[in-house]
């Protein structure tokens, strides 16, 4: 097993802080780990570009670190004119890898905007910059929340592909099943980017149960459980969730997962608990 993830490509992602003292941690956080050597961190962005300058500015320290940082970038709500302004300060930041995605307008807006899909976006991007970025996008292996059916959602993210993307990071999820299934879809599709899949390291039970209800991934009942009987007991939480995560990543590895995205939450124990165990 040691030598098969040894090589295996990781990454990591956060998120921008609002305070100074957020910043600090967060700092002190990358440089844990940076010891497991990320093939690049990304940072996330807010509703409707909220935290574009706190993105930015995370971004621009992971570079200003040695480290190679992606930015997410979300096109819902904005303008042809905003979004060329946006990569031309990205390109001039240094950044070479983008997260483009359709993302979530701010509460009480309305759609507007010149784009309405992440495969506009991509699109664009090509158009404007060429191969300037390598362009990573979205994939649902449990299918968007949003989407008609599951075929809806497989075009959409063949639409993504076939605009331009290189590569896939999915959502999140506990079913290794619905991973390898989502592949052998895109591949029967004649889609061959990488589908790299995300990994959320299981650190309490009530905030990830009320963030998947609320973002669509699925906590086989089991687990669910689980974690409901364990109470306040964080230690057992946090040990029962080491081994789920580390198995599915296990089971990923077997499957041919060309590499692990890890989503971080602006901590480090239980991801390089979770990389320690895999030996990468």
């Not at 030598?3 to 941690?25: D, I, Q, R, W, Y």
């Not at 495969?119 to 299918?143: K, M, Q």
């Not at 963030?211 to 109470?231: H, K, N, T, Y």
């Not at 890890?262 to 165990?277: D, G, H, K, P, V």
Request: with cysteine.
């Amino acid at each position: 097993m040691s030598t098969t993830t040894a090589a295996l490509p990781v990454s990591f992602e956060f998120f921008p802080t609002k305070t100074p003292e957020g910043a600090e941690k967060l700092r002190a956080v990358r440089q844990q780990l940076y010891a497991r050597a990320p093939q690049f961190c990304s940072v996330t962005y807010g509703a409707g570009g909220s935290t574009q300058q706190g993105t930015f500015a995370a971004v621009r320290e992971i570079l200003a670190e040695g480290v190679d940082a992606a930015s997410h970038f979300s096109c819902i709500g904005a303008t042809k004119s905003g979004v060329r302004e946006q990569l031309a300060q990205l390109k001039a930041m240094g950044v070479k890898r983008l997260v483009a995605l359709r993302g979530d307008l701010p509460s009480g807006y309305g759609l507007g905007g010149e784009f309405h899909y992440a495969s506009d976006l991509v699109a664009f991007i090509r158009a404007e910059t060429g191969d300037d970025f390598f362009i990573e996008v979205a994939a649902y292996p449990e299918i968007h929340p949003q989407a008609r059916s599951a075929e809806t959602d497989l075009n959409a993210f063949a639409a993504k592909v076939r605009a331009g993307a290189d590569s896939a990071i999915t959502q999140y999820f506990f079913n290794a099943d619905a991973y390898q299934r989502f592949v052998q879809d895109t591949r029967r599709l004649g889609l061959d980017v990488p589908v790299v899949p995300g990994i959320m390291p299981i650190m309490g039970a009530s905030q990830l149960l009320r963030f998947s209800d609320a973002c669509g991934a699925e906590v086989p009942r089991w687990i669910r459980l689980r974690l409901q009987g364990f109470g306040d007991d964080v230690a057992s939480i946090r040990a029962f969730g080491l081994d789920v995560v580390t198995q599915l990543c296990e089971q990923l590895v077997r499957a041919g997962a060309p590499g692990l995205h890890f989503y971080t939450m602006n901590q480090s124990a239980a991801t390089l608990a979770i990389c320690e165990r895999l030996k990468l």
